[in-house]
């Protein structure tokens, strides 16, 4: 069986497991209405470190090994770590990986790399080269400012359009399927397992968006060309999906994601959702919903999964978006580069 | 205190305020790439140059701190500063307009420097 | 059913432009109006009393600018500083205390680079372009006032 389906996408022969998975949040995060989804909230932004920076690594740190405790692994079962984040060369992972000594892959594709690594993770295992991997990123709200805006104290009425970066770390276990015990007890009505089952990546597309104020805008049709391109290479439609959740479009942005697929024929989109929708209560202040890639990771790892282990969604389409531009790029008058990265998670009965 | 001190407090709370209303359309109505710096430049260069005209001095008299706490009153100082040091030829030219702005910018580094040594930020 | 999407970048930016929501300018304008005023108020009511206490004019007003920048020093440093900018727009970034916040905030922000190198080479990577557009158009209008005396 080929594994390659049409132009852009992958279906997995074995479908690696998504074993379980850790978050860790800050404050304003564990605020919102996903509160009972997280694992860990912060007490406060420093979480007892001297720099954001450290807070953030030590995040991510923090989700990695919790996940490897709860869920009864030996680390050096772990073949590959794959890490990003949002800062330059991703220091925040880099820094992170230090204590673990496996291999480790860094992951850049800005708030997609969620999305990004759980696909590259899929294959790896799927294509025989791992038995476990480890799909961890993370954002932090001040480590973001300092680096992409303004210093955090600075004074700045943020546009109605912007988001809020999330303070936000989460890791998944992957792990090679276990068809090899088909007798082991499941009760009843459960699922067995949370499976990867197909993937699509996709290309750079840019429409030419420029203001980082409104990334959504600059997502939403990457987003669009690498949702068509999985709905056309494996004959679907959105119907399919118990829920198709992208990353962080933002309100705006999945506005314009609806008109995008609207105006290619797909119109019944009521299962579509947004991360950066779902982590914040209105009345935070947020403006256009949350970002990062925190946010689409947590939001996974977090109330995803759950509903995925409830059974009450069973397939859905995680769809990360990613806007891969630099403080810099954007004053020498670039645009801003979309991406979008998709993949397919359901519920399977063993 | 007498009570007619008091009166200059109107003149300095409305044309404070309108000139900052001045600024947020200049915020809200340009594209997004023009920044709140380029609005600040906007008006430190014309109060620049309404000082160094001569018509920025009547309304500092008029509003007091409503014309001179804006950053325009920073333009004005130091326009005014280069046009008098003018008079004393090219040195004073080269002088005057940082040497009016002195005051401010020395307060404004040593109060930084203070800052950054005894808060941390709160993000 | 099509795997293109249908839409050409300048399409885009149309739809873009439709569900973009604009800034509530009335209100922006009527907070930027209070809290600028407000703050030029207080620079006034200060200005009042170093006149009160014997001090001239000149000095009262200097005085009083002094005063502000260390007033926007001050809250800027208790994290105060970015809520009324928050709240007021310009009427926090155009009065001299936003000047105090642009140049304290990076200060603050860059001491973990350290005191040379953060503190002190970052201090005026936001207020920086305020104090050279000053000076350049001052010395410009000096050199004119020069040549047209």
């Known amino acids: 069986m080929n594994k390659r389906v049409g132009q852009k996408t992958v279906v997995f022969q074995n479908p690696p497991e998504i074993v379980g998975g850790y978050n860790v949040v800050g404050p304003k995060e564990g605020q919102g209405p996903l509160n009972a989804h997280f694992d860990y909230v912060l007490p406060d932004t420093y979480n007892g470190e001297k720099t954001w920076e450290k807070t ?15 869920h009864n692994i030996a680390v050096g079962d772990i073949d590959y770590v794959l890490a990003g984040d949002l800062l330059n060369q991703i220091t925040t992972s880099s820094y992170a990986v230090r204590q673990i000594g496996r291999p480790f892959i860094g992951m850049f594709g800005a708030c997609s790399t969620m999305a990004l690594a759980t696909a590259v993770g899929a294959m790896l295992i799927d294509g025989g080269f791992a038995g476990k991997v480890l799909c961890a990123t993370s954002s932090h709200h001040d480590t973001a400012e300092r680096q992409f805006r303004m210093p955090t104290e600075h004074g700045n009425q943020r546009p109605l359009t912007a988001q809020w970066t999330v303070t936000g770390a989460g890791c998944l ?49 990457a987003v669009a060309d690498t949702l068509l391109t999985h709905f056309y290479d494996l004959g679907t439609s959105p119907e399919a999906y118990d829920l198709i959740v992208s990353g962080d479009l933002g309100t705006q942005g999945l506005q314009l994601l609806k008109e995008l697929l609207g105006k290619s024929g797909f119109h019944t989109l009521d299962n579509l959702q947004d991360c950066g929708c779902m982590i914040y209560h209105a009345n935070q202040d947020t403006h256009a919903g949350g970002s990062g890639c925190g946010c689409s990771a947590v939001v996974l790892s977090g109330y995803l999964l759950d509903h995925l282990r409830k059974r009450d969604l069973r397939k859905i389409l995680f769809i990360g978006s990613g806007s891969l531009h630099s403080k810099e790029s954007l004053l020498q008058g670039e645009s801003i580069p979309g991406i979008g990265h998709a993949v397919v998670i359901e519920a399977l009965d063993k | 205190m007498p009570a007619s001190i008091w009166l200059n407090l109107i003149p300095a709370f409305l044309i404070g305020g309108l000139l900052c209303v001045g ?51 920073f333009g004005y100082i130091m326009g005014k500063g280069a046009v008098e040091g003018a008079q004393s030829g090219i040195m004073g030219v080269l002088a005057g307009g940082i040497g009016a702005g002195a005051i401010g910018i020395t307060a404004a580094i040593l109060f930084s420097y203070i800052c950054a040594v005894s808060f941390k930020p709160k993000g | 059913m099509t795997r293109q999407i249908k839409v050409t970048p300048q399409e885009f930016a149309e739809m873009n432009k439709k569900i973009r929501p604009k800034p509530k300018l009335l209100r922006n304008c009527f907070m930027a109006f209070v809290v600028g005023g407000a703050i030029c108020l207080l620079a006034q009511v200060l200005i009042n009393v170093y006149q009160y206490l014997g001090i001239g004019l000149k000095e009262a007003v200097t005085l009083g600018t002094v005063s502000m920048i260390l007033l926007g020093s001050l809250l800027t440093g208790l994290g105060l500083y970015d809520g009324i900018v928050a709240l007021g727009g310009a009427g926090g970034i155009l009065p001299v205390t936003g000047f105090a916040n642009a140049m304290v905030s990076p200060a603050m922000d860059y001491k973990k680079e350290g005191y040379v190198l953060g503190v002190g080479a970052k201090m005026f990577s936001v207020a920086g372009p305020v104090i050279i557009s000053g000076t350049i158009t001052a010395f410009l209008l000096g050199v004119l006032s020069l040549l047209f005396r």
């Not at chain 2, 430190?44 to 950053?71: D, H, M, Q, R, S």
């Open chain 1, 56 to 70: 953030e690594s030590s995040m991510i740190e923090t989700a990695m090994n919790e996940a490897i405790k709860k």
């Open chain 2, 23 to 73: 600024a947020q359309l200049l915020m809200d109505l340009t594209k997004p790439q023009f920044t709140p710096a380029h609005v600040l430049i906007v008006f430190v260069v014309a109060g620049a140059i309404a000082g160094a005209l001569g018509w920025y001095e009547p309304l500092a008299k008029f509003a007091g701190a409503g014309a001179t706490v804006p950053l325009t009153g």
């Open chain 1, 173 to 221: 276990i992957l792990s090679a399927g276990q068809s090899a015990q088909p007798d082991q007890a499941v009760p009843t009505g459960q699922p067995a397992k949370i499976c990867v089952t197909a993937a699509t990546l996709g290309g750079i597309l840019d429409y030419g968006q420029k203001d980082a104020n409104q990334m959504g805008a600059a997502m939403a049709p």
